[in-house]
């Protein structure tokens, strides 16, 4: 299960979810921002149903994808456009081995894609509110950079002391004190960094 963030666009909570190191947004979530609460699951099936996005869905697949099933693709891309087609999401993942898109039940529950594909689809719902959607994400982009470079200081600054507390340990109580060559000493040093480097991996 991924970790869940909400950003706010244009008064609409979307939520990100992180999958296997990479961003999915809900595109259920952006679907309110036309449709409002109550029928954002329609629009996106609607959406579905199109043949330029299956053919947006099927090329990204292909690029991201070695497990992605070209002929069901085919067949699909085939009744497109036709009166009788209907696609749900939990169909184009079961017959394709689709991973672009995913569905999500109980709370942050609704359809999850890909960033690529979530911002495809923002477009077919409103161009401006995919520009707000772009800049709200990356916002949160920024933030998550933020406190990984923060993370990343902190261990460093601990690091550094500690090392120096780890070396003077050796130095005043591992190393002999008498009849010890000067020019030795850096044995014992090298041992304890040794066990040290160990330890922390």
């Known amino acids: 299960m991924?970790?869940?963030?909400?950003?706010?666009?244009?008064?609409?909570?979307v939520t990100v979810s992180e999958e296997n190191f990479d961003d999915y947004i809900c595109?259920?979530?952006?679907?309110?921002?036309?449709?409002?609460?109550?029928?954002?699951?329609?629009v996106v099936k609607n959406w579905m149903r199109n043949r330029a996005t299956l053919e947006f869905l099927g090329t990204w697949e292909q690029i991201y994808n070695p497990a992605f099933k070209v002929v069901e693709f085919d067949h699909f891309k085939s009744e497109a456009g036709l009166h009788t087609f209907v696609l749900s999401v939990s169909e184009w993942i079961e017959k394709t081995e689709a991973i672009g898109l995913f569905v999500k039940r109980g709370k942050y529950g609704g359809t999850y894609a890909h960033k690529d594909i979530?911002?495809?689809f923002a477009s077919a719902i409103s161009p401006v509110f995919k520009l707000y959607l772009i800049k709200e994400f990356q916002r949160l982009k920024e933030v998550e950079n933020d406190a990984k470079k923060i993370e990343w200081d902190a261990k460093r600054?601990?690091?550094?002391?500690?090392?120096?507390?780890?070396t003077d340990a050796v130095k005043n109580y591992l190393i002999p004190s008498e009849n010890y060559k000067e020019n030795l000493e850096w044995l014992a040093y090298a041992e304890e960094a040794d066990i040290l480097?160990?330890?922390q991996t």
């Open 2 to 13: 991924g970790k869940n963030k909400v950003i706010v666009v244009q008064n609409i909570n």
């Open 27 to 42: 595109i259920t979530d952006i679907a309110k921002a036309k449709v409002g609460e109550s029928r954002g699951a329609d």
């Open 118 to 120: 979530a911002f495809e």
């Open 157 to 166: 600054f601990l690091s550094k002391n500690n090392y120096l507390i780890q």
């Open 197 to 199: 480097n160990e330890e």
